[in-house]
């Protein structure tokens, strides 16, 4: 399955964007939206991660259980979890259902419904398309 995270931009709350989860043949099979860190020049624990290409991969995560992992040449540990503001974040992106306020932030909600069904979806995912592939872009040039 190919994963594809597109920014809207920087807020004050953090970056907020969408996630297409497509078949090989481009058929959306889940959508989301997420929540990042701001851009802090790909600083660990702080950043949201750049922009390209990577693999993502299942793996135990000691805090979260089961989650999928980004494969990152820069940093450890970045993966997707449950998450529903910027402020929850370590440079990991979290996934909700919609768009909302929680104790004034800006933020993503029913992030847990998210990740379960994102987590669902890659496991159950039997179009031969392994390993999973992700994405990440601005929507617009220059946005950061």
């Known amino acids: ?3 594809v995270l597109k920014r809207y931009g920087p807020s004050p709350f953090g970056v907020f ?6 078949h090989k043949d481009g058929f959306v099979e889940e959508s989301f939206f997420s929540v ?14 750049p922009e390209g290409d990577y ?3 299942p793996a135990e995560s000691p805090s979260k259980g089961l989650q999928y992992h980004i494969g990152t040449a820069t940093r450890t540990n970045c993966m997707f979890h449950v998450a529903n503001k910027a402020s ?10 919609d768009l909302g306020i929680l104790d004034s932030e800006w933020s993503v909600t ?9 987590n669902k979806t890659l496991d159950e995912d039997g179009d031969g398309s392994l390993p999973h592939t992700l994405n990440i872009s601005w929507m617009g040039k220059g946005i950061r």
């Not at 964007?17 to 497509?22: F, L, Y």
């Not at 992030?111 to 994102?118: H, M, N, T």
Request: charged fraction near 20%.
């Open 110 to 118: 029913n992030s847990r419904k998210a990740i379960d069904l994102f």
């Open 36 to 49: 990042e860190c701001p851009w802090e020049n790909n600083a660990p624990f702080l950043s949201c991660i």
């Open 88 to 97: 929850e974040l370590e440079g990991c992106i979290g996934l909700g259902v």
């Open 1 to 3: 399955m190919h994963i």
């Open 17 to 22: 964007g969408t996630v297409d989860m497509m």
């Open 55 to 57: 693999t993502l991969y």
